[in-house]
């Protein structure tokens, strides 16, 4: 579990239901975290994480129920169309990382 909150700039943050046995598996929030509206994000276990910057300069404040294991980290693909997540940016305009460029689709990630 991870509880974030941005302690300057602004994010689009996305959580994605990734518990096969859920009835809400595959659906994903979305919720704008920033210095100003000072929310908060708790990310249980079982849910993959993603965030794009929305302001020049982020500052991020993680709080893990775990230490970090880079043998258990994966990832989902986050332009993938069949999330349909609106990131609040125009494509054209994203800058992403080779991690989540190479990242695999929808279906072909790692079940939780």
């Not at 994203?94 to 929808?106: C, V, Y």
């Amino acid at each position: 579990s991870k509880l974030i909150r941005v302690a300057y700039g602004s994010v689009r943050d996305v959580v994605v239901d990734l518990r096969k046995d859920e009835p809400t598996y595959s659906q994903h929030y979305a919720i704008d975290l920033s210095s100003e509206n000072n929310k908060i994000l708790l990310i249980p276990r079982g849910f993959a994480h993603g965030f794009i910057c929305k302001s020049e300069t982020v500052i991020f404040s993680y709080k893990c129920d775990s230490y970090y294991s880079k043998s258990h980290e994966t990832g989902i693909n986050p332009l993938d169309r069949n999330l349909g997540i609106d990131w609040s940016v125009d494509k054209k305009d994203m800058i992403l990382s080779e991690k989540d460029r190479n990242a695999p689709l929808w279906g072909e990630h790692k079940p939780y």
